[in-house]
């Protein structure tokens, strides 16, 4: 049994967040395991004569015997490290060795089709504490489980220094509350600040009105959503916010939109940024209409990109460009935007003027 309990999950290689672990030797022992980012101990053992039982079941599932195994620690096994008020996450794993479960072959993990996610166990765990709501003891005798969490949400990178908004996404329900938070202290909501933004009906959110001094290079920024029906999700993927503003990614170019009518149409343009790239349209008022990857393989002339239908209303609209690698992941910063495209009574007008930087100065050097 793997727990987690400090409600952090980001980290990679075999373990994504485990801090100790109950293991059951079966015919040896029943063991606390402690793990930390420059090892693991053991820092209990107890026998399996006192720590656990075995009973064998009617069933004989797959031909064979079927066994039912019970172990359990007390409390004090932990010293310190949790107490009956801690809030908890765990995975149930089964190992075909009597040692750790972050070292040794994991056979299944309880909870998920272990088949579905590779038999990656590590990719398993956090689809799985995802959605698991940190239970404490205590809340078990009191009230039983809470609601489960909210799937964590995923803040977009890159995030420049003095940056005015943060945008992301969000797998849960339109309607959902996005906080946003800068060195783990929220920055929406709260009085003086801008109110904290909700997921829209394409699964994006975005946080506008953030004061141009706020952000600077090293800080870090997560986000949570609650959703109805759920209890707060787990903390999203952690962005570093970067220096000075992108001038390195040549905004694309919009040239005009496609279909027909008054709602449902997409935007064509060109970019100069020649390979793998994310385009993401927004509104007038810096909201994402919607994103999707592009290809681009021609950089002098400019090649022509067409996006999705999207539900556009009568607003002003631009596109940037984000550069990836080919597995998706970004390798740059976000463009200025593009011109912008008026649509009004369901015909597009264009505006050709675009932002450049033609010159930087920074204390008094050029």
Same mark, same amino acid.
């Given at each position: 049994?793997? $727990?987690?309990?400090?409600?952090?999950?980001?980290?990679?290689?075999?373990?994504? !967040?485990? #801090? %100790?672990?109950?293991?059951?030797?079966?015919?040896?022992?029943?063991?606390?395991?402690? +793990?930390?980012?420059?090892?693991?101990?053991? $820092?209990?053992?107890?026998?399996?004569?006192? %720590?656990?039982?075995?009973?064998?079941? /009617?069933?004989?599932?797959?031909?064979?015997?079927? %066994?039912?195994?019970?172990? &359990?620690?007390?409390?004090?096994?932990? *010293? !310190?490290?949790?107490?009956?008020?801690?809030?908890?996450?765990?995975?149930?794993?089964?190992?075909?060795? @009597?040692?750790?479960?972050?070292?040794?072959?994991?056979?299944?993990?309880?909870?998920?089709?272990?088949? @579905?996610?590779?038999?990656?166990?590590?990719?398993?765990?956090?689809?799985?504490?995802?959605?698991?709501?940190? =239970?404490?003891?205590?809340?078990?005798? =009191?009230?039983?489980?809470?609601?489960?969490?909210? =799937?964590?949400?995923?803040?977009?990178?890159?995030?420049? /220094?003095?940056?005015?908004?943060?945008?992301?996404?969000?797998? #849960?329900?339109?309607?959902?509350?996005?906080?946003? &938070?800068?060195?783990?202290?929220?920055?929406? !909501?709260?009085?003086?600040?801008?109110?904290?933004?909700?997921?829209?009906?394409?699964?994006?959110?975005?946080?506008?009105?953030?004061?141009?001094?706020?952000?600077?290079?090293?800080?870090?920024?997560?986000?949570?959503?609650?959703?109805?029906?759920?209890?707060?999700?787990?903390?999203?993927?952690?962005?570093?916010?970067?220096?000075?503003?992108?001038?390195?990614?040549?905004?694309?170019? $919009?040239?005009?939109?496609?279909?027909?009518?008054?709602?449902?149409?997409?935007?064509?343009?060109?970019?100069?940024?020649?390979?793998?790239?994310?385009?993401?349209? &927004?509104?007038?008022?810096?909201?994402?209409?919607? /994103?999707?990857?592009?290809?681009?393989?021609?950089?002098?002339? !400019?090649?022509?990109?067409?996006?999705?239908?999207?539900?556009?209303?009568?607003?002003? +609209? &631009?596109?940037?460009?984000?550069?990836?690698? /080919?597995?998706? *992941?970004?390798?740059?910063? #976000?463009?200025? #935007?593009?011109? +912008?495209?008026?649509?009004?009574?369901?015909?597009?007008?264009?505006?050709?003027?675009?932002?450049?930087?033609?010159?930087?100065?920074?204390?008094? $050097?050029?």
């Amino acid at each position: 049994m793997l $727990i987690d309990s400090d409600q952090k999950f980001d980290g990679t290689g075999n373990n994504p !967040g485990f #801090e %100790y672990e109950v293991l059951l030797a079966a015919n040896f022992a029943v063991q606390v395991l402690k +793990h930390s980012p420059t090892g693991s101990s053991t $820092i209990f053992t107890g026998s399996t004569d006192q %720590y656990s039982q075995r009973a064998v079941a /009617a069933s004989t599932s797959g031909g064979n015997t079927d %066994y039912f195994y019970d172990f &359990y620690v007390p409390l004090s096994a932990f *010293n !310190g490290g949790i107490t009956a008020a801690t809030p908890l996450r765990m995975s149930g794993i089964t190992i075909t060795s @009597a040692q750790s479960g972050l070292t040794g072959t994991v056979s299944d993990v309880g909870g998920v089709n272990f088949q @579905a996610y590779n038999y990656d166990a590590p990719a398993a765990w956090r689809a799985l504490l995802g959605a698991f709501p940190a =239970t404490s003891l205590s809340t078990l005798q =009191t009230s039983g489980f809470p609601m489960i969490a909210a =799937t964590a949400p995923v803040v977009n990178e890159p995030v420049p /220094a003095n940056s005015t908004s943060i945008s992301g996404t969000s797998t #849960e329900a339109a309607g959902s509350v996005v906080a946003v &938070y800068r060195n783990g202290i929220s920055i929406c !909501g709260d009085a003086g600040q801008p109110a904290c933004p909700t997921v829209a009906a394409n699964g994006t959110w975005k946080l506008t009105g953030i004061s141009s001094t706020l952000l600077a290079a090293g800080n870090t920024i997560t986000a949570t959503v609650t959703a109805s029906g759920k209890s707060v999700s787990p903390s999203s993927n952690t962005v570093t916010v970067t220096s000075g503003v992108c001038t390195t990614t040549p905004p694309p170019v $919009i040239t005009g939109m496609g279909g027909s009518g008054n709602q449902n149409r997409s935007f064509i343009g060109t970019t100069s940024y020649s390979g793998n790239q994310r385009i993401t349209v &927004y509104n007038a008022t810096n909201q994402p209409l919607g /994103a999707f990857t592009y290809n681009s393989v021609t950089s002098s002339t !400019g090649s022509t990109w067409t996006s999705p239908l999207y539900s556009v209303g009568e607003f002003n +609209h &631009y596109a940037t460009v984000t550069p990836l690698d /080919a597995s998706g *992941n970004v390798i740059g910063c #976000e463009s200025l #935007e593009s011109n +912008h495209v008026c649509f009004r009574n369901g015909t597009p007008h264009l505006n050709n003027q675009q932002v450049t930087i033609t010159n930087v100065a920074y204390n008094g $050097i050029t």
